[in-house]
């Protein structure tokens, strides 16, 4: 099956620096990747779809500038949190999705981030 | 616009009963619906999906779901639980609408009891 990586598993930073965060969908080419944060207890909200080659469309009340979004090839997109603060720790997921009609999305299994 | 709603944030379960989680959703036009499970601190995988064929959907783990559209539910069944389904449920759903997005669910957890 389809397989989606992250990479990192976890990571914690001092609040103040940036974090990337890869996601690599390793056997097949995603044209669509999305990018999720998921808090505690919580379900997943969508932050934003990127599609290989252009911008990312962002979710209503997700700070472009804050979560800078690149999809530079088909099975590579990038997360990076610009000037990180604790409440910017979650879990954030990503998910690759091929094909015109995107009905399945592969998701990875998640990077963990704790601001300090 | 669509949306998910998950009935009952939490569900227990003894090992070997019947498991029923629900879901019902709300959409214009005709949608594709997702049920996905997660363990803890890992990413979601999906169990099972309709997408406009067959509206008893068979899934791994010997989960199942019914597309009932004059309900507008999608509910969730496996007749035997096992300690190994204790996870995070969500339903999903996604549409065509001017561009495809998946709304989740607030999630179910399910507790199986020994």
């Known amino acids: 099956g389809a397989v989606v990586s992250q990479h990192p598993s976890r990571v914690i930073c001092k609040s103040g620096t940036s974090v990337k965060i890869e996601c690599r969908s390793l056997?097949?080419?995603?044209?669509?990747m999305f990018w999720y944060r998921q808090f505690p207890k919580q379900s997943l909200m969508l932050m934003a779809t990127s599609n290989e080659g252009s911008k990312a469309t962002y979710e209503q009340g997700v700070e472009k500038d804050k979560f800078l979004i690149n999809h530079a090839s088909l099975t590579l997109s990038t997360l990076t949190v610009t000037s990180a603060h604790p409440e910017d720790s979650s879990f954030y997921i990503c998910?690759?999705?091929?094909?015109?009609?995107?009905?399945?999305?592969?998701f990875g299994p998640g990077t963990r981030l704790l601001v300090l | 616009a669509q949306s998910v709603t998950q009935l009952g944030s939490h569900v227990s379960v003894s090992e070997g009963a019947l498991v029923l989680l629900r879901c019902n959703y709300s959409?214009?036009?005709?949608?594709?619906l997702f049920w996905y499970v997660q363990y803890p601190n890992q990413g979601l995988q999906l169990l099972l999906k309709?997408?406009?064929?067959?509206?008893l959907v068979k899934g791994i783990n010997g989960f199942e779901a019914e597309f009932k559209k004059s309900e507008t539910s999608f509910h969730l069944t496996k007749p035997s639980a096992h300690m190994s389904d204790a996870a995070e449920y969500f339903c999903a759903v996604r549409a065509d609408t001017g561009g495809f997005k998946t709304i989740f669910g607030a999630g179910t957890r399910l507790f199986v009891k020994a």
């Open positions: 998910s690759a999705s091929t094909g015109l009609l995107q009905e399945t999305q592969y």
């Open positions: 056997d097949f080419q995603a044209t669509t």
């Open positions: 309709y997408t406009s064929a067959a509206t």
């Open positions: 959409s214009s036009v005709p949608p594709y």
